[in-house]
T-cell receptor
Framework: GDSVTQMEGPVTLSEEAFLTINCTYTATGYPSLFWYVQYPGEGLQLLLKATKADDKGSNKGFEATYRKETTSFHLEKGSVQVSDSAVYFCALRGGRGGTASKLTFGTGTRLQVTL | ETGVTQTPRHLVMGMTNKKSLKCEQHLGHNAMYWYKQSAKKPLELMFVYNFKEQTENNSVPSRFSPECPNSSHLFLHLHTLQPEDSALYLC?????????????FGQGTRLTVV
């Protein structure tokens, strides 16, 4: 079945440092890939997505590129802020047109940014 | 505002109580989901509804009973829960037109079973 593997956290960075959170996946067919973020006490919010190979999703300074050859979707940001402290989830959604539309999540990576 | 509203935000219940969680979306989505988020464990998909029909039940104990009266509303009825059922319960909705549709999540109900 489908699966998502994320790097273990927590990740602790100083403000303005470069961020990478690794994500690799296993899926049949051509899944869509997502990064969600969960701030303390909140539900999950979509951060960015990519729907086909070589697509780059981006939002709020975060980027991730859909790499089919390495089955990866690593999250990056050039300069993190304290307000980026949250838990980040990589996810995939397989299926074609109305089937197998459930999201499969990674375990989440907690990011802590300090001054 | 995510478009998906869950009530209550917090719930404390005894093991013999019966309570219900409510989820509502006005995004025009056809699919709705219940997820369980426990500390230090992956997000667990519990139930999936598509056009009011249950399409997935991930071996969830019968003390959790979902109900989807229409595409905009989803309930999770709880009875005789155990302390290990304490968790954040997240509702989500999405379109059903293809795999590229992202899911929109509510803020969750923090459930504590005492």
């Amino acid at each position: 079945g489908d699966s998502v593997t994320q790097m273990e956290g927590p990740v602790t960075l100083s403000e303005e440092a470069f961020l990478t959170i690794n994500c690799t996946y296993t899926a049949t067919g051509y899944p869509s890939l997502f990064w969600y973020v969960q701030y303390p006490g909140e539900g999950l919010q979509l951060l960015l997505k990519a729907t086909k190979a070589d697509d780059k999703g981006s939002n709020k300074g975060f980027e991730a590129t859909y790499r089919k050859e390495t089955t990866s979707f690593h999250l990056e940001k050039g300069s993190v802020q304290v307000s980026d402290s949250a838990v980040y989830f990589c996810a995939l959604r397989g299926g074609r047109g109305g089937t197998a539309s459930k999201l499969t999540f990674g375990t989440g990576t907690r990011l802590q940014v300090t001054l | 505002e995510t478009g998906v509203t869950q009530t209550p935000r917090h719930l404390v219940m005894g093991m013999t109580n019966k309570k219900s969680l409510k989820c509502e979306q006005h995004l025009g989505h056809n699919a709705m989901y219940w997820y369980k988020q426990s500390a230090k464990k992956p997000l667990e998909l519990m139930f999936v509804y598509n056009f009011k029909e249950q399409t997935e039940n991930n071996s969830v104990p019968s003390r959790f009973s979902p109900e989807c009266p229409n595409s905009s509303h989803l309930f999770l009825h709880l009875h005789t829960l155990q302390p290990e059922d304490s968790a954040l319960y997240l509702c989500a909705s999405s379109g059903w037109t293809g795999g590229s549709d992202e899911a929109f999540f509510g803020q969750g109900t923090r459930l504590t079973v005492v």
